[in-house]
């Protein structure tokens, strides 16, 4: 059925009218899609301002409806491609926004320039310094040359010397001695035998009470592990000593390649120090001690003229509450003999000083007949906290005589006078740790070494 062209104008007019007053309905949009434009940078930029004013226009919008007369599908198409058209090409509608915009800044140009790692080889890190000049022929004479910075240090570097050399260059003598494993106990057997054409006491000291006849005795270890060690009798007014003992060191048969040999020859003096007379070091790396060997080596200087007096154990405890101070004497070893004849019988006597003064002194039991002593006693002193900062121990090792005055030893000053640095690291150690027993080795000193450093109400005692 067709209708004619008044006819349809009358129906759009209806349609117009009932429908599309307030353009609600799918078929008042344009359906037909929109043609491809290509996007510009000024698109971008103007997207984010065009956002911002269609809020405000449907603001403004939204205000005007109730005065407005409803426009045709025609006049709202022009109007929106005229306000495209000028928000894309005039800059100058952002004066009628309700509020003042501003322009964002621009993000900073970072310049990715790609890091060279081995920069190195193309700069220098530091600076060129100055070439050196070196001296011309001319320049170079004898006289110029510095003596001092080429002399070798001899001092240092041993002396590689066979036995003939050292008995004609040191003239100290030379001693007999041997050497025999077994196997079946795990104990080395050293037999010290004779010494032959020892030196007088008056090449070695000038203080001696006899300068014509020395008292030889030996000293026997295993070095570096000297925490054992043997002596010989003394041999009375003799240059030519004969021994013939034995002494014995329990050691692993794996463990004798470490081990060296050290016999220690020295002249006993009961109303003076005991002299060194001569040393040997006999490595025991290589040799067939299981067979047993027999030999003669001379005897070279000591390397430190050094007067072992012998070491101390103690342990030392303090309790605050009972206000009581307890001294273990543990043991000690290789103390100085004292007696010509016969073994030693060491004891320890310590003395309780306080200000000075000596407050009360105890002595342990002596042992017979031995340098290497064991005691485990104990010692107690009431003292308080207050007076223990204040207060010093002499501890002094004696050999008993039955018939004479005893005979000293060495010594050593623990608490505010003392000693030396390990003796006042023990008293500190023990302050610190109270209740606890706290045991260290003491090296014994001589009546000399002790004055230096203790007043004369210490030296006395």
């Known amino acids: 059925m067709f209708l004619t062209k008044t006819a349809k104008k009358l129906l759009e007019s209806?349609?117009?009218?009932?429908?599309?007053?307030?353009?609600?309905?799918?078929?008042?949009?344009?359906?037909?899609?929109?043609?491809?434009?290509?996007?510009?940078?000024?698109?971008i930029q103007h997207s984010f301002r065009d956002s911002l004013s269609r809020l405000d226009s449907t603001s403004s919008a939204a205000e005007s409806t109730s005065t407005a007369t409803p426009r045709s599908i025609h006049e709202r198409a022009e109007s929106d491609s005229?306000?495209?058209?000028?928000?894309?090409?005039?800059?100058?509608s952002a004066s009628q926004f309700s509020f003042e915009y501003k322009k964002p800044t621009t993000t900073p140009i970072i310049d990715m320039k790609p890091i060279e790692f081995w920069a190195a080889n193309k700069e220098t890190i530091q600076p060129k310094q100055g070439r050196r000049r070196l001296p011309s022929e001319t320049e170079i004479t004898i006289e110029n040359f510095q003596k001092d910075l080429y002399k070798s240090?001899?001092?240092?570097?041993?002396?590689?010397?066979?036995?003939?050399e050292k008995l004609s260059k040191y003239q100290l003598g030379q001693i007999h001695f041997g050497l025999h494993y077994e196997v079946s106990t795990g104990v080395l057997v050293v037999k010290i035998i004779e010494a032959r054409e020892l030196p007088p006491p008056y090449c070695l000291d000038e203080h001696k009470q006899d300068l014509a006849h020395s008292n030889p005795y030996c000293r026997v270890s295993l070095v570096p592990d000297a925490k054992s060690s043997h002596q010989t009798s003394v041999q009375r007014k003799t240059q030519d000593p004969s021994w013939s003992e034995y002494?014995?060191?329990?050691?692993?048969?794996?463990?004798?390649?470490?081990?060296?040999?050290?016999?220690?020859?020295?002249?006993?003096?009961?109303?003076?120090?005991?002299?060194?007379?001569?040393?040997?070091?006999?490595?025991?790396?290589?040799?067939?001690?299981?067979?047993?060997?027999?030999?003669?080596?001379?005897?070279?200087?000591?390397?430190?003229?050094?007067?072992?007096?012998?070491?101390?154990?103690?342990?030392?405890?303090?309790?605050?509450?009972?206000?009581?101070?307890?001294?273990?004497?543990?043991?000690?070893?290789q103390l100085l003999q004292t007696d010509i004849v016969g073994g030693s019988d060491p004891f320890v006597k310590i003395t309780l000083v306080h200000f000075e003064k000596p407050v009360k002194t105890k002595k342990t039991t002596f042992k017979k007949n031995t340098l290497d002593p064991v005691f485990n006693?104990?010692?107690?002193?009431?003292?308080?906290?207050?007076?223990?900062?204040?207060?010093s121990?002499?501890?002094?090792?004696?050999?008993?005589?039955?018939?004479?005055?005893?005979?000293?030893?060495?010594?050593?000053?623990?608490?505010?006078?003392?000693?030396?640095?390990?003796?006042?690291?023990h008293w500190l150690r023990m302050l610190q740790s109270q209740r606890v027993p706290v045991a260290q080795w003491h090296s014994l000193r001589t009546r000399q070494e002790c004055d230096q450093v203790s007043p004369a109400s210490i030296a006395v005692l």
Request: aromatic share 8%; proline share 5%.
């Open 377 to 391: 006693e104990s010692i107690t002193f009431n003292i308080t906290h207050q007076q223990l900062e204040t207060a």
């Open 153 to 164: 240090d001899k001092t240092n570097i041993p002396a590689c010397l066979t036995d003939e």
């Open 247 to 333: 002494f014995m060191f329990e050691i692993p048969f794996k463990e004798l390649g470490d081990r060296t040999l050290e016999i220690l020859i020295k002249d006993f003096d009961k109303y003076s120090r005991h002299c060194n007379i001569g040393q040997v070091h006999f490595p025991l790396e290589g040799l067939n001690l299981v067979k047993g060997i027999h030999t003669w080596k001379p005897l070279s200087p000591c390397n430190a003229d050094r007067h072992e007096l012998g070491e101390l154990l103690l342990s030392l405890n303090y309790l605050p509450s009972a206000g009581r101070l307890n001294i273990d004497v543990i043991k000690a070893k």
């Open 393 to 425: 121990l002499v501890i002094s090792v004696w050999d008993y005589n039955s018939k004479s005055k005893d005979d000293f030893v060495g010594r050593v000053v623990l608490g505010k006078y003392g000693t030396g640095p390990h003796e006042a690291n």
């Open 14 to 43: 209806l349609w117009s009218l009932t429908c599309c007053e307030y353009g609600c309905c799918d078929c008042c949009h344009d359906d037909s899609p929109p043609p491809h434009k290509r996007i510009t940078k000024s698109d």
């Open 82 to 92: 005229v306000s495209r058209a000028d928000s894309v090409s005039s800059a100058t």
